[in-house]
């Protein structure tokens, strides 16, 4: 079984620049999740999928990101216009919805540059 | 204060021995804890959930958890090179559906 794949695995991009990240969780999950990790800190929660509709998107920084997941398959994830401080490393995750929140299954990760 | 807090390392320990990884946390509502193994470039990987005060085993893993104290710990017994990682601690408040994260202690096992 496939596990959770993210594109692209890394993007540069200059300052204001618009980027689109895209994730394809697991078949059959309907929960997925958004996390990043900037250089030094943390891996913060940004937002949360049940199927299509967004259930939690309280770590979402600013209005420059975007989040879509259209007919509750995969999900994208755009900044526009990008800034400096949104370089790090985006994750997926997804989960079946009658699994522990803490089953989460990961991606590699899309690695944001931004110059 | 961080939420979650990690010595970030690196922890170096021998082939064989154990390896203590700790992790303490600011929340008292915290209800769900989690360790997660990360390769350097790789997906966190969840080895261990502990979910009440004791101790928990599977394999050469074991997580404690003291929710009066407020910490976790995963201590790894017979370290193996292979086991050399980031391992990042993450935390479940309440009933939400998001994970508080760690800084991540990076373990190097020397054959």
């Known amino acids: 079984e496939a596990g959770v794949t993210q594109f692209p695995s890394h993007s540069v991009i200059e300052k204001g620049q618009t980027v689109t990240l895209r994730c394809d969780p697991i078949?059959?999950?309907?929960?997925l999740y958004w996390y990043r990790r900037v250089m030094g800190k943390e891996i913060k929660f940004l937002l949360h999928f049940v199927k299509e509709s967004k259930q939690d998107e309280s770590g979402m920084p600013n209005n420059r990101f975007l989040a879509e997941r259209t007919g509750g398959t995969y999900s994208t994830l755009k900044v526009q216009p990008a800034e400096l401080e949104d370089s790090g490393v985006y994750f997926c995750a997804s989960s079946q919805v009658s699994g522990f929140i803490g089953e989460l299954f990961f991606g590699e990760g899309s690695r944001l540059t931004v110059l | 204060q961080k939420e979650v807090e990690q010595n970030s390392g690196p922890l170096s320990v021998p082939e064989g021995a154990i390896a203590s990884l700790n992790c303490t946390y600011s929340d008292r509502g915290s209800q769900s804890f989690f360790w997660y193994r990360q390769y350097s470039g790789k997906s966190p990987e969840l080895i261990m959930s502990i979910y009440s005060n004791g101790d928990k085993e599977d394999g050469r893993f074991t997580a404690q958890l003291n929710k009066a104290s407020q910490y976790v710990s995963l201590l790894i017994r017979d370290s193996q090179p292979s086991d050399s990682a980031t391992y990042l601690c993450a935390v479940r408040v309440g009933a939400g559906n998001m994970l508080t994260f760690g800084g991540g202690t990076r373990l190097m096992v020397k054959p």
């Open positions: 078949s059959g999950h309907d929960n």
